[in-house]
């Protein structure tokens, strides 16, 4: 899977800018996905994007200096969960 990486960073720069304390989570490749890059804001919103490889991920957040975390090492943040819980329940 070919990845635009100059379209992810332009979108996570988007993103990140209209909301407060994101930080980034980078998953790792799976038998069906890419390498994909979740960023989670203050409130647990989320969004993921496909970005090809771990260190693409990590060059992202560290280019627009937003903390970033392997989420095989730290998982995913609680108030990302419970964003989700609210979108279901709303």
Avoid: I, K
């Avoid at 980078?26 to 038998?31: F, G, K, L, Q, R």
């Avoid at 960023?39 to 693409?56: I, Y």
């Amino acid at each position: 899977m070919d990845v635009d990486l100059a379209a992810v960073q332009r979108y996570a720069r988007e993103w990140s800018g209209t909301r407060r304390g994101v930080e980034g989570y980078v998953e790792p490749a799976t038998h069906v996905t890419t390498t994909t890059l979740v960023l989670v804001a203050h409130d647990g919103e989320w969004t993921r994007r496909a970005v090809g490889s771990p260190q693409a991920g990590f060059g992202v957040c560290r280019d627009l200096g937003l903390p970033v975390y392997d989420v095989n090492q730290v998982g995913y943040p609680s108030r990302m969960r419970e964003w989700n819980r609210r979108q279901r329940r709303g």
